[in-house]
């Protein structure tokens, strides 16, 4: 008012509720001795206080900030039971129970026959046919030597120390006959299972782009022993649960864009892989017009913007219009934020222009017509100062009033036909020994000779006579072939074809 001005402010602060965005699956099988590891992380504003705590026992086993590790140092079987995972933030809690267990026998997986034993354990390997009075024994692995350095014998029994993934296999206790009399051989063949953390073999890209509308598919891969649990995720939601671990999305939209993870679980412990699915829809977020009429000389700039998605850009890039030359002009740019520029354009710029987006996958296209500047031109002979070819009708040879060619100029042809390159001319004009029918612009038209109010002329230019020197003499008959000098006196003007 009057009196003055009160201002106030105040912050607006969007509140998240709790989310679990990794969790241990439901059921958690261990092995005797083993050590584990339960994560749980969850996502919220305010930020979450996460804790470990089990069921029947209401003392909290670890606790975090948006996360938390329960941790079993060995397991041992007052260890099994159910354990839950507390997710709360002002806006309320979230839990997540997990049950512990060992395998059916307490130490083993039934599913491996044989000694079983966790990788970077010690293995036993217990021969039944010994101790045998009059015999001694010793062992071997069958296909393969036993590990050097890690083995010793203990009564009999084989200890591995330390086992790794590639000591599994079938291992044979032998018990030979101490007697010279006779020669009994005894034998027994163990197997063991070294079993693995699980692991997922199979590779994904960081980020997959996949058309709306399309399907995906992706094949995630665990191996073990023992054989993982293989499934998909996007946070801490299960996808799907098939057969072979594959994660398939058809007919997709924006809203299947996320963060996928594949996870391998066993009950020594998990692996989990990452792919980021991005669904993308080609479009013009800009298209340029259809047509588009340029005066000569003027500066053209054309804006062509396309997206795979929202905020999401796609690189364009534009295509010029064919030519039978093979100069090309550096008046032309297609710039990387998909604009053309055409500096100073002139009538050979006319045509068709092609802005194309994600890997030629859309098209747009654009005629450009840009007005013939002929000021140049002298046009009060009998032909106009415009000379239709006797040889190939649609060459024309077009007069300049100044007589000095001036090697930085651009000479526009009237509207409908474009200035010739040398290699065009070299085309039509191949012959060297026909002297009949009529000169190029000698005594035609009205003029004296190569003279025209006094002015003597005969050296008409191709577009790149700068740098190939190329001509069309005028006191040449039409079908004599092009000459070449890289003199600027007696221009008479330029070559011009019918488009």
């Given at each position: 008012?009057?009196?003055?001005?009160?201002?106030?402010?105040?912050?607006?602060?969007?509140?998240?509720?709790?989310?679990?965005?990794?969790?241990?699956?439901?059921?958690?099988?261990?092995?005797?001795?083993?050590?584990?590891?339960?994560?749980?992380?969850?996502?919220?504003?305010?930020?979450?206080?996460?804790?470990?705590?089990?069921?029947?026992?209401l003392?909290?086993?670890?606790?975090?900030?948006?996360?938390?590790?329960?941790?079993?140092?060995?397991?041992?079987?007052?260890?099994?039971?159910?354990?839950?995972?507390?997710?709360?933030?002002?806006?309320?809690?979230?839990?997540?129970?997990?049950?512990?267990?060992?395998?059916?026998?307490?130490?083993?997986?039934?599913?491996?026959?044989?000694?079983?034993?966790?990788?970077?354990?010690?293995?036993?390997?217990?021969?039944?046919?010994?101790?045998?009075?009059?015999?001694?024994?010793?062992?071997?692995?069958?296909?393969?030597?036993?590990?050097?350095?890690?083995?010793?014998?203990?009564?009999?029994?084989?200890?591995?120390?330390?086992?790794?993934?590639?000591?599994?296999?079938?291992?044979?206790?032998?018990?030979?006959?101490?007697?010279?009399?006779?020669?009994?051989?005894?034998?027994e063949?163990?197997?063991?299972?070294?079993?693995?953390?699980a692991?997922?073999?199979?590779?994904?890209?960081?980020?997959?782009?996949?058309?709306?509308?399309?399907?995906?598919?992706?094949?995630?891969?665990?191996?073990?022993?023992?054989?993982?649990?293989?499934?998909?995720?996007?946070?801490?939601?299960r996808?799907?649960?098939?057969?072979?671990?594959?994660?398939?999305?058809?007919?997709?939209?924006?809203?299947?864009?996320?963060?996928?993870?594949?996870?391998?679980?066993?009950?020594?412990?998990?692996?989990?892989?990452?792919?980021?699915?991005?669904?993308?829809?080609?479009?013009?977020?800009?298209?340029?017009?259809?047509?588009?009429?340029?005066?000569?000389?003027?500066t053209?700039?054309?804006?062509?913007?396309?997206?795979?998605?929202?905020?999401?850009?796609?690189?364009?890039h534009?295509?010029?219009?064919?030519?039978?030359?093979?100069?090309?002009?550096?008046?032309?740019?297609?710039?990387?934020?998909?604009?053309?520029?055409?500096?100073?354009?002139?009538?050979?710029?006319?045509?068709l222009?092609?802005?194309?987006?994600?890997?030629?996958?859309?098209?747009?296209?654009?005629?450009?017509?840009v007005?013939?500047?002929?000021?140049w031109?002298?046009?009060?002979?009998?032909?106009?100062?415009?000379?239709?070819?006797?040889?190939?009708?649609?060459?024309?040879?077009?007069?300049?009033?100044?007589?000095?060619?001036?090697?930085?100029?651009?000479?526009?042809?009237?509207q409908?036909?474009?200035?010739?390159?040398t290699?065009?001319?070299?085309?039509?004009?191949?012959?060297?020994n026909?002297?009949?029918?009529?000169?190029?612009?000698?005594?035609?038209?009205?003029?004296?000779?190569?003279?025209?109010?006094?002015?003597?002329?005969?050296?008409?230019?191709?577009?790149?006579?700068v740098?190939?020197?190329?001509?069309?003499?005028?006191?040449?008959?039409?079908?004599?072939?092009?000459?070449?000098?890289?003199?600027?006196?007696?221009?008479?003007?330029?070559?011009?074809?019918?488009?």
């Amino acid at each position: 008012n009057v009196f003055g001005v009160a201002k106030a402010y105040t912050a607006l602060v969007v509140q998240v509720p709790v989310s679990f965005v990794v969790v241990p699956p439901a059921t958690v099988t261990v092995q005797l001795g083993q050590t584990v590891r339960l994560d749980c992380e969850a996502a919220g504003y305010p930020g979450p206080t996460v804790t470990w705590s089990r069921v029947d026992k209401l003392t909290e086993l670890s606790k975090g900030k948006r996360n938390a590790t329960l941790i079993i140092d060995s397991m041992t079987k007052g260890d099994e039971g159910q354990y839950v995972c507390i997710a709360a933030n002002s806006l309320g809690r979230r839990t997540h129970s997990v049950t512990l267990e060992l395998p059916p026998d307490g130490t083993s997986d039934p599913r491996y026959p044989g000694v079983q034993a966790v990788n970077n354990t010690d293995a036993f390997l217990k021969c039944k046919l010994c101790p045998m009075p009059g015999f001694t024994f010793n062992w071997s692995k069958i296909d393969g030597v036993l590990p050097p350095g890690r083995t010793r014998t203990t009564n009999c029994s084989l200890v591995i120390n330390k086992t790794r993934l590639e000591d599994a296999g079938s291992y044979t206790c032998t018990g030979r006959s101490e007697s010279v009399l006779s020669s009994l051989v005894l034998r027994e063949d163990i197997s063991l299972t070294v079993q693995g953390a699980a692991r997922i073999t199979t590779s994904f890209p960081d980020v997959l782009s996949v058309p709306f509308g399309e399907s995906v598919e992706l094949q995630c891969v665990g191996v073990g022993p023992p054989a993982p649990d293989v499934y998909w995720t996007r946070g801490s939601v299960r996808v799907t649960k098939v057969p072979f671990g594959k994660l398939r999305l058809t007919n997709v939209t924006h809203k299947d864009s996320g963060i996928y993870h594949c996870h391998a679980v066993n009950y020594v412990g998990n692996d989990v892989k990452h792919v980021k699915i991005f669904v993308t829809q080609l479009e013009f977020y800009h298209r340029p017009p259809a047509a588009i009429n340029v005066s000569n000389s003027e500066t053209v700039r054309i804006d062509c913007i396309a997206r795979l998605a929202p905020g999401v850009p796609a690189y364009t890039h534009w295509v010029f219009p064919s030519t039978q030359c093979s100069d090309t002009s550096s008046k032309r740019m297609s710039l990387a934020n998909g604009t053309l520029v055409i500096q100073k354009a002139t009538a050979m710029d006319s045509g068709l222009y092609k802005c194309r987006a994600g890997g030629h996958r859309i098209t747009a296209r654009v005629q450009i017509s840009v007005a013939a500047n002929t000021s140049w031109m002298l046009t009060t002979d009998s032909c106009g100062g415009f000379r239709q070819s006797t040889y190939d009708s649609s060459v024309y040879y077009a007069v300049s009033l100044s007589n000095r060619w001036d090697k930085s100029k651009y000479y526009d042809c009237p509207q409908g036909y474009h200035w010739a390159c040398t290699e065009e001319g070299k085309k039509i004009f191949k012959n060297n020994n026909n002297w009949s029918g009529r000169h190029v612009y000698y005594s035609q038209c009205g003029w004296s000779g190569h003279y025209y109010n006094g002015v003597q002329r005969y050296r008409f230019r191709f577009r790149d006579s700068v740098t190939t020197n190329a001509f069309k003499h005028g006191g040449e008959y039409d079908e004599h072939q092009i000459q070449f000098d890289s003199y600027t006196s007696y221009f008479a003007g330029v070559v011009c074809i019918k488009d």
